[in-house]
């Protein structure tokens, strides 16, 4: 019987002298920060279109839309929260018009991306 017990006052004493895991510690939050774009609905043929943004440097994940533009040639701020540095791309569509990368960020754009830094951005959709 004295066996058992020492047996197991030993394995108590292992038990409780293992290494705990140092605390996770915590990644600091992004930079996140507000950008604004201007955009103006160019086409004078009473339809508006819809508007996304997304980040092109987290492979096209929608950050902001749809917002709907419903009056024409006026500007509508469109207020995105975005990690500083990262390249945001607009994506708009009507019917089967698009403009930018569209909608879903599925195709190319030559002049549709800004980098997300605060600042004021215009895009006029024609």
Known sequence: MKKLAIIAFVSFA???????????????????????????DGRDDKLGQYVWFYDKSMHNVRISGPTFLRYYNKHQE????????????LGAVQGSIDWGCS???????????????????????R
């Open 14 to 40: 292992f038990a409780s002298c293992a290494e705990t895991p140092a605390p996770a510690v915590p990644t600091p939050a992004a930079d996140m920060v507000s950008v604004s774009f201007m955009v103006r």
């Open 78 to 89: 469109i207020q995105v929260r975005c990690i500083r540095g990262h390249e945001v791309c």
């Open 103 to 125: 909608r879903g960020c599925v195709k190319y754009c030559a002049n549709c991306c800004r980098i997300c830094t605060e600042a004021t951005y215009s895009f006029t959709l």
